[in-house]
């Protein structure tokens, strides 16, 4: 019989099975060679009768989802693979589902850690260096994470300064200033609708406060953006993503074609999580 912590490995597997997959796929439409990695064996907990746990239903369905996936013609194989991952994702917490909502097209990075020192940037610079996993297990958002842009900036597309200086570049948000900074990196960067006008606006401030909500009624948070140092209330909704000075974190390198210009970014801290989001753009 299987326990959560196997439950929740089982799905561990499964969904970096099928990022791998994914990034195989791609590879392949794009024409260039990549070996598809071979299915993890199914749990025994998936087939067996009488398994009504969510997490066994949620296995079912994507080993099921898994094995009916065409390898031909690549495009379908890609596109095929890329639905089943998300799909994965958001039935995995409604964390997950609600980030998806609101972060999942831009360019951003969004990941939580454990809190382990009294100086929480030591805790944000783990993140940044992909050194600590989520501690329960729910979705990042990293597209750089095997970038070989890290092979020259390690933290990419972040170049932090050391914890010691994070105090001078990062300023205290409310907690409803802080909804309003996290929704607004569901804009890009000079895409011209302003996030203000959004019909879906409200739907997606709902999911930037379930976001922030993990964090507890207690958390406090940061970001990189200066006028926040005068208007610790500032409604970033209002005053939109362009155009909004920061403090640098990240890397000003020219790699791969890129150059990172603009940057908007949240920390949430708690006794016992840090979460980072951050939002680029890149010309």
Known sequence: MSTAADDRTALDVLEAHLEDLWRAAVELERGNRAAVPEAPPEPTAVAADGADSAVAELLRWGYGELNGIPRAPADVFARSVGDTLMGLRRRRSPWNAAALRLLGDPYV???????????????????????????????????????????????????????AGFRDRLHPLEPAAAVTALAVMAEEWGCGRPFA???E???LLADARLLLDRYGPDARFWT????????????????????????????????????????????????????????????
């Open 109 to 163: 990075f969004l990941a939580t850690g454990p809190r382990r020192h009294e100086d929480w940037a030591e805790d944000v610079l783990a993140l940044m260096h992909r050194e600590v996993p989520d501690p329960r297990g729910w979705l990042r958002i990293d597209c750089d994470r095997t970038n070989d842009a890290r092979c020259a900036v390690p933290a990419y597309p972040f170049e932090p300064p050391p914890a």
């Open 197 to 199: 006008n959004w019909p």
């Open 201 to 203: 606006r409200d739907a």
């Open 224 to 283: 990189n953006a200066r006028d926040a140092a005068s208007d610790p209330a500032r409604d970033f909704v209002r005053a939109g993503l362009k155009g909004t000075r920061v403090h640098g974190f990240i890397t000003g390198e020219y790699i791969n074609g890129l150059d990172l210009l603009e940057e908007l970014g949240l920390i949430a801290v708690s006794d016992d999580e840090v979460g980072v989001f951050w939002s680029f753009g890149a010309y």
